[in-house]
C-alpha cells in the first residue's frame, strides 16, 4: 500500500533516518510533498512521523539524498532539449485534461 500522506524531500534534516514522511515509498501515480523546507535546526519539527516497526516499505536514506540531489540537479540544468520534451509532455495531459471537462 502507498502513503497517502505529505511526503519531505528535506535531505538535511537530521531527523529523516526515522521519519516516515521521508523514507515511505511514494505511489506511482501522484504524490503530495512539502514544497518549503519544513526543520528549523536546534528544533524538533512539527510534522516528523516516526516510522513503526510494522511499517515495511521504507526507502534506504542513501538513495532518497541521492534522488533528491538528481532531481533538483535536473531542475538547475535544464538542457533545451529536455525544456522541450517537458512542454510537449505538459501539452499532452492538459489536452487530456481539457477533454475530460
Known amino acids: 500500500m502507498t502513503p497517502d500522506i505529505t511526503m519531505c524531500v528535506d535531505c538535511g534534516c537530521p531527523q529523516r533516518v526515522t521519519c516516515y514522511r521521508y523514507r ?7 504524490q503530495s510533498i ?14 516528523y512521523w516516526a516510522i513503526e516497526e510494522d511499517e515495511c516499505r521504507i526507502r534506504e536514506v542513501e538513495e532518497i539524498d541521492k534522488a ?5 540537479k535536473r531542475m538547475i540544468l535544464r538542457d533545451p532539449e529536455t525544456l522541450e520534451k517537458d512542454k510537449e ?5 492538459d489536452s487530456l485534461d481539457s477533454s475530460n471537462l
Open 89 to 93: 509532455e505538459k501539452g499532452k495531459l
Open 68 to 72: 533528491v540531489a538528481e532531481s533538483f
Open 34 to 47: 512539502f514544497a518549503a523546507k519544513i526543520y528549523n535546526m536546534g528544533e524538533d519539527c512539527k510534522y
Open 24 to 30: 515511505a515509498i511514494p505511489t506511482s501515480q501522484w
